[in-house]
């Protein structure tokens, strides 16, 4: 922490302390100048104390605390060195922003407006990185200090990785289904609707594929609850591998049913989603399911669809992919149906 001079200035005191040993020498001292001389020895230590006490309180705050001018940290307590993953006596001279892996811009805007004495309506929350790679999330808030000279500012920092990992678990036990893994109904609904509402697909071409696990409450009575969950991670595990859905694709899986799915295409070309679909299909149908009770194959039907300009919201074009899965079943199961609206298209390059 930057020190701040109390009593008698540094200079001053000085001269003071030759006068005093240049009378002493001589034998005389004039009482008021030895007192003088007391009172800003006494200031001083004073001054340094209170320091050392401040410093002891800011270490036993539960949170980080900096103190910033705009070149760089001048006071670091002992919660930010550990959060920042830097012994305390090595955090003074650096810049708060060169810790910072996202989010640097918002938390320079948010000093920025600190060094003018405003305070941001909202804290932000960024990422740092530590020494030996390890990823921790703050929660940061800057206010300006009322001292003379420099502008300087404070740094409140919350560590909240932990608070974030149950955050981000929670949100995927929400959108996910639990015994595929894939997202579930109401997440895949709600990127639907998203999707019919986004200008950028507006004109695109979206496709939708429902799928249905045919005579699947006879694997059930005959193998087994345990082998039907079997047969549809095993399902969700085919599927997956055809369509490459990753953490990159912006293709939607998702269980929307007992035994049913679907599968949302923003953007491909008709042919293609076709030609996948009934890959699904086949890869399907070849593969044996091995469970406790013993060994089948399970087959699916499946309905497409393509997004029209008449499809009024997402809801309906969903029920035109209804329809046409509702016709793969008549027509005798483990078959593509296409829309009959879509068909022609369908079979376009």
Same mark, same amino acid.
């Given at each position: 922490m ?6 008698? !200035? ?6 003071v ?7 002493r020498?001589? /034998?005389i ?6 007192? *003088?001389?007391?009172a800003? !020895? ?15 309180m ?5 949170m ?12 670091g307590?002992q919660?930010a ?20 892996t996202?989010?640097?811009?918002a ?6 407006? *600190?060094?003018?004495? =405003? ?7 960024? @990422?740092?990185?530590?020494?030996? /790679?390890q990823?921790?999330?703050?929660k ?7 001292? !003379? ?13 932990d ?5 981000? =678990? ?14 579930n109904? =109401? ?17 695109g071409t ?17 193998f ?7 047969a ?21 899986f *998702?269980?929307?049913?007992? @035994?049913?799915?679907m599968?949302l ?5 008709p042919?293609?989603?076709? !030609?996948?679909?009934? @890959?699904?299909r ?20 499946? /309905? ?6 008449s ?13 046409a899965?509702y =016709? *793969? ?14 068909y ?6």
């Amino acid at each position: 922490m930057s020190r701040r001079p109390g009593g008698l !200035e540094g200079g001053r005191l000085e001269r003071v302390r030759t006068a005093s040993r240049r009378l002493r020498s001589s /034998g005389i001292l004039l009482n008021e100048d030895h007192q *003088a001389l007391e009172a800003a !020895e006494l200031s001083k230590q004073t001054l340094v104390d209170t320091q050392q006490r401040m410093g002891m309180m800011l270490d036993l705050m539960p949170m980080g605390f900096l103190i910033h001018t705009k070149q760089g940290i001048i006071f670091g307590n002992q919660e930010a060195a550990r959060l920042l993953q830097v012994p305390q006596n090595e955090v003074v001279g650096r810049h708060f922003l060169d810790f910072l892996t996202t989010n640097a811009e918002a938390a320079a805007k948010q000093m920025g407006e *600190a060094f003018h004495g =405003r305070v941001s309506e909202e804290p932000t929350e960024a @990422e740092i990185r530590t020494a030996g /790679g390890q990823a921790r999330t703050i929660k940061l808030i800057a206010g300006a200090l009322p001292w !003379e000279g420099n502008a300087v500012v404070q740094l409140l920092l919350q560590g909240i990785t932990d608070l974030k990992t149950i955050q981000d =678990r929670l949100h995927l036990l929400a959108v996910t289904d639990e015994l595929t893994g894939v997202f579930n109904r =109401r997440h895949a609904f709600t990127i639907g609707h998203r999707l019919f509402k986004s200008e950028k697909t507006a004109s695109g071409t979206v496709a939708l594929a429902v799928l249905y696990v045919d005579h699947f409450k006879r694997v059930n009575d005959t193998f087994g609850h345990s082998a039907g969950d079997t047969a549809l991670s095993a399902l969700t595990q085919t599927i997956q591998k055809v369509i490459g859905v990753d953490a990159l694709s912006d293709v939607t899986f *998702a269980r929307v049913g007992g @035994e049913e799915f679907m599968i949302l295409f923003p953007a491909s070309a008709p042919k293609a989603v076709f !030609e996948m679909c009934e @890959e699904i299909r086949k890869e399907v149908e070849l593969r044996p399911i091995l469970s406790t009770s013993g060994t089948f194959r399970i087959a699916v039907s499946i /309905g497409v669809a393509l997004r029209k300009a008449s499809d009024s919201s997402f809801d309906t074009f969903y029920s035109r992919a209804d329809k046409a899965l509702y =016709r *793969a079943k008549l027509a005798g199961r483990n078959r593509v149906h296409v829309d009959e609206a879509d068909y022609q298209l369908s079979k376009m390059a």
